[in-house]
């Protein structure tokens, strides 16, 4: 059981544009900013988001984060089939005094 | 290129010992912390600790603590992960990270598959 609630899957079609959350507590989302990676099957997992709302040189702005209270949420505009992967947010939580992740979310490119 | 090298996939039997390694490369090594984190085979992503190589100032995840030792050779620009006696729970997907700041963590290595089993 992950700290930070994810939901398992999401789908979209191509050129849509598809949102997943982040919940989690005080300690950690309510307290500390959110990250977010990406993780395609048999590759390393890669930073799409941090503090909260921030790009990487690199990432495409299709790609978008936001926070508030003690849920995130990643949305993906202009869906496309390359962005078929897991979604991990992560965050530091200030009573486990670690980083916990959320389960995952498997987004779909239908 | 900002790179971390991991060293390849391990078979180990339970009780056996292991020292998987992670290198930087194109950064000063010493300016930031490396991250460990594990992907048991159908799960998530679980952080385990982290390391500066600078001081070798270590920080474990409280579900790791005493489970493994991750240790640095800032002269080699490597990090590394540990197991004194493996168990076949270990059997995982590790990847290392360089972490820019605070807990991002931004580069990230190939992983390195540990499988144990008798």
């Known amino acids: 059981q992950s700290v930070l609630t994810q939901p398992p899957s999401a789908s979209g079609t191509p050129g849509q544009r598809v949102t997943m959350s982040c919940s989690g507590g005080?300690?950690?989302?309510?307290?500390?900013?959110v990250n977010w990676y990406q993780h395609l099957t048999g590759t390393a997992p890669k930073l799409l988001i941090y503090?909260?709302?921030q790009r990487p040189s690199g990432v495409p702005d299709r790609f978008s984060g936001s926070k508030s209270g003690t849920s995130a949420s990643l949305a993906i505009s202009g869906l496309q089939s390359e962005d078929e992967a897991d979604y991990y947010c992560?965050?530091?939580?200030?009573?486990?005094?670690?980083?916990?992740f959320g389960g995952g979310t498997k987004l779909t490119v239908l | 290129e900002v790179q971390v090298e991991q060293s390849g996939a391990e078979v180990k039997k339970p009780g056996e010992s292991l020292k998987i390694s992670c290198k930087g490369s194109?950064?000063?090594?010493?300016?930031?912390?490396i991250g460990w984190v594990r992907q048991v085979p159908g799960r998530g992503l679980e952080y385990m600790g982290i390391?500066?190589?600078?001081?070798?100032?270590?920080r474990y995840s409280p579900s790791f603590q005493g489970q493994v030792t991750i240790s640095v050779d800032k002269s080699i620009s490597t990090a590394y992960l540990q197991w004194s006696s493996l168990k076949a729970s270990d059997t995982a997907m590790y990847y290392c990270?360089?972490?820019?700041?605070?807990?991002?963590?931004?580069?990230w290595g190939q992983g390195t598959t540990v499988t144990v089993s008798s």
């Open positions: 990270a360089r972490i820019l700041v605070a807990t991002v963590m931004d580069v």
């Open positions: 194109g950064y000063t090594f010493t300016n930031y912390w």
């Open positions: 390391i500066n190589p600078g001081d070798s100032d270590t």
């Open positions: 005080s300690s950690n989302i309510g307290a500390n900013t």
């Open positions: 503090t909260n709302n």
């Open positions: 992560a965050a530091w939580d200030d009573s486990l005094n670690s980083v916990v």
